[in-house]
């Protein structure tokens, strides 16, 4: 695969991966793998910003480097395009290190490199920016699911935990390296058994049981990580109750690191798209992850993801239990019961989840897919 600058695109060439936007409020799929571009192809993608796409080849040419905002930009709008410019770019470089051609014995120094600047980049961007996190994770999610997306969601979910928790900044960017790698080892399981759509057999689920003992052995020999972040990638799979893998221990004993990631690991899980069931709504997860908090979690680490991660950022088109439809636009302590104003029949209402004892008993159920006017 080579990975190509979009001014060195030529017509003919055929797309390697998909091409998505890089929009936070509009990430959907441009273009197919295997498509044959064309003029038109490369108009469109240069008119999305699209700034690199990978191509079938042999060799692989370095990304552009992040562009600079045009100058009648606001600050808050220039920042923006920079952050998702960082987003797509870790899109596009986490692809290459866990789509590889053959078993993963250790990263080549490139991989790690890039792992590196996605963890730096993630440290500056998302720092305590709930609203910047909420808008990135609804993106990523309403986009086709491979594990290295899964691994970027989950390291921007594990860097809002860790700032909750104010963990020294060093401490802080561990946690991201050791979530954006802790599925590496499925890289080395059979494609077919990781997206299965029904039940697994026992042997294949003793395979997937053995990822995070193979991607600590693949940063063993890889060499350079810190003995932290090999055991962020080890014991992410441990519960708290000692029932996990691949070690069975309990409580405190699983290093924090680890508790961490576990639970911005399920949480990711349950709310993203899975060949064999629908997501569940943020309501739906959150109240499952409490239920479970001293059995699959830390209690610590969960009331620290709850106060940290805002799924309904203001500007968020949201479905309600009663079957209306609204914007969030403001939000309470509460980030599951925020004020929302109200489309269609009753348009204009606003009703305030959390303080409003009218509203009790309604709760939102999900993002609203359908189009309306703010």
């Not at 890089?22 to 793998?33: H, I, P």
């Not at 050791?178 to 039940?199: F, M, Q, T």
Request: aromatic share 6%; net charge negative.
């Amino acid at each position: 695969m080579i990975i190509v600058p979009i001014d060195n695109l030529t017509e003919g060439m055929v797309l390697a991966k998909d091409v998505a936007s890089t929009s936070a409020k509009d990430y959907k799929t441009l273009l197919m793998k295997g498509t044959m571009i064309t003029g038109d192809m490369i108009s469109l993608l240069k008119s999305k910003g699209i700034k690199t796409v990978t191509v079938k080849g042999e060799d692989t040419v370095e990304p552009q480097p992040i562009q600079q905002p045009a100058a009648n930009l606001t600050r808050a709008e220039a920042a923006e395009q920079i952050k998702n410019q960082h987003i797509g770019r870790a899109l596009n470089e986490l692809s290459s290190v866990f789509e590889h051609n053959g078993e993963i014995k250790e990263l080549s120094q490139k991989a790690i490199e890039q792992v590196d600047r996605i963890a730096d980049d993630i440290l500056v961007d998302i720092g305590n920016d709930s609203s910047y996190l909420g808008n990135q994770m609804i993106a990523l999610q309403n986009y086709d699911d491979y594990t290295y997306k899964h691994c970027l969601r989950v390291a921007m979910l594990s860097t809002s935990i860790a700032n909750e928790l104010s963990l020294p900044q060093g401490d802080i960017k561990e946690v991201i390296v050791a979530a954006l790698l802790h599925d590496i080892g499925k890289s080395n399981i059979d494609h077919e058994i990781i997206v299965k759509p029904g039940k697994l057999t026992d042997d294949e689920f003793d395979k997937i049981k053995q990822h995070p003992f193979i991607g600590y052995e693949i940063l063993k020999r890889t060499g350079g990580y810190s003995a932290n972040v090999m055991s962020g990638v080890l014991f992410h799979q441990e519960k708290y109750d000692g029932t996990g893998y691949p070690t069975g221990l309990v409580g405190k004993k699983i290093p924090l690191i680890a508790r961490i990631l576990t639970v911005a690991d399920v949480f990711d899980a349950l709310t993203s798209n899975r060949p064999y069931r629908r997501p569940w709504s943020v309501a739906e997860t959150e109240e499952y992850m409490l239920g479970g908090c001293g059995i699959h979690f830390d209690y610590d680490v969960t009331a620290a993801f709850l106060r940290s991660f805002n799924p309904y950022p203001v500007g968020t088109m949201v479905s309600l239990s009663d079957g209306r439809h609204g914007v969030v636009i403001s939000h309470n302590t509460n980030v599951l019961r925020p004020v929302v104003r109200i489309h269609g029949e009753g348009s204009g209402e606003e009703i305030d989840l959390s303080n409003d004892f009218r509203f009790l008993s309604l709760m939102i159920t999900g993002i609203y897919s359908g189009n309306y006017a703010i």
